[in-house]
């Protein structure tokens, strides 16, 4: 028995899981006023091609979700459906093959004084204005249109939850609108707009909740985390990401587990607890190393190893290892993504603080001034601002009268003019 690839492939195109293409079909069957029977083991079926010919209003439905014909889908009409005259003309396939979409599209349409039903197509549409948002964050970072954008975004998913078909569409839109919020307050986080971040976090919190999607509040606690970092509450930095360890998800997926324990990791150097950051950077790495390729929310497609090793050097450099610091800092530069502009630019200036604490000031003030170049035509976020200040900073204590650190400093502040 041959599987059925043209649904498959169907599938594919338009993001559709086995669950999530059964959730479209019930939808478009509710909306029409029929009982949604389909479940993952009927689209398993038309996959396997054990059902060859679905049921007339389940192929309407497929009909109207893929915008072409079943037999295009790769379904096949009983024998003694098929007619026995000669083939069609091209014209008259067309003319039928016209008809057949206009008939699924009106059918998708509801009668008159239904109200309008929510889907899960409605919920893939807009996860993928969300994937959008985060490949900007990806190369421009946080700023005010960003935020925005998120903000909209979550306010078009809360509406939509109010028509949602059924409980489990409003827990999808729930954690939609969640994560939109948290982008948001990455948004305002980054931008160290501290007391936004903290108004947006403590809105995500409570739609992830409602949600019940622990992936999400993992996400939350993990800002939260850099929130009381930036602010200088370092114990506060700690607990947050110590409670994103807690979260479900980090005992079904090691990926998460291990960003919230590199998260840790940077609490308890801040805090001076060199054996704690180590051992959280430990606990970090094991996980990581169990971690699998899955399916995963695209705000977590920044951590792997190359941002744990971004972290490392954090740590290293917070409790003295300057040389490890820069060894890890070099790692995390090897194998940053391309698209990860803003990360490539912080672990630059991390490199450059290493090579500092290493009292090579020559050497510390050109890595730091490729970030200018690496950031050329894109906005500078506050987050990166502060990190470059703590480099002027620390310069101008070591090496107050050295002439590079007074061309750095010419550099430093043209740049911001």
Avoid at 78 to 90: F, M, V
Avoid at 98 to 106: D, P
Avoid at 114 to 119: E, F, L, N, Q, Y
């Amino acid at each position: 028995m041959e599987g059925n690839e043209n649904l498959a492939d169907a599938m594919h195109n338009l993001g559709f899981k086995q669950l999530e293409l059964a959730d479209a079909v019930n939808d478009r069957l509710r909306a029409q006023g029929y009982e949604g029977t389909v479940g993952d083991r009927t689209v398993r079926n038309w996959l396997a091609g054990k059902t060859r010919w679905p049921h007339r209003r389940q192929r309407e439905a497929l009909e109207a979700l893929f915008a072409c014909t079943a037999e295009e889908l790769g379904f096949s009409p009983p024998a003694r459906q098929r007619t026995s005259t000669s083939p069609e003309g091209p014209v008259n396939r067309r003319n039928f093959l016209t008809a057949a979409g206009n008939l699924s599209a009106a059918a998708a349409i509801p009668q008159a004084g239904a109200p309008p039903v929510v889907g899960t197509s409605d919920v893939l549409r807009l996860r993928s204005g969300l994937d959008a948002l985060m490949a900007l964050d990806d190369t421009q970072g946080g700023h005010e249109a960003l935020e925005r954008a998120a903000l909209a975004g979550a306010t078009e998913a809360l509406a939509k939850q109010k028509l949602a078909a059924t409980q489990r569409i409003r827990q999808r839109l729930y954690a939609v609108a969640a994560d939109y919020t948290a982008t948001a307050a990455w948004s305002a986080l980054d931008a160290r707009r501290c007391t936004r971040a903290q108004m947006l976090l403590s809105q995500a919190h409570y739609l992830a909740g409602m949600a019940q999607d622990s992936a999400v509040e993992l996400r939350v606690w993990n800002s939260y985390a850099m929130l009381a970092h930036q602010q200088g509450r370092y114990g506060e930095a700690v607990d947050a990401a110590q409670a994103a360890q807690a979260a479900t998800i980090t005992r079904r997926d090691p990926l998460f587990a291990s960003l919230a324990h590199a998260r840790t990791a940077v609490g308890h150097s801040a805090l001076g607890d060199r054996q704690s950051a180590l051992r959280s950077l430990g606990c970090a790495q094991e996980a990581l190393d169990k971690a699998q390729a899955l399916p995963r929310p695209s705000w977590v497609a920044f951590y792997g190893s190359a941002e744990l090793a971004a972290v490392t050097s954090i740590v290293r450099d917070r409790v003295g290892d300057f040389a490890e610091a820069e060894a890890a800092s070099h790692q995390a530069l090897s194998s940053i993504p391309t698209p990860f502009l803003r990360n490539r630019a912080m672990a630059t200036t991390r490199l450059a603080l290493a090579q500092l604490h290493q009292r090579d000031k020559d050497q510390a003030c050109a890595t730091a001034s490729t970030v200018f170049s690496l950031m050329s035509g894109h906005p500078v976020p506050g987050r990166m601002r502060s990190l470059l200040g703590d480099f002027y900073r620390d310069l101008i204590t070591l090496a107050p009268n050295a002439r590079v650190a007074r061309e750095w400093e010419d550099r430093y502040r043209s740049e911001w003019s």
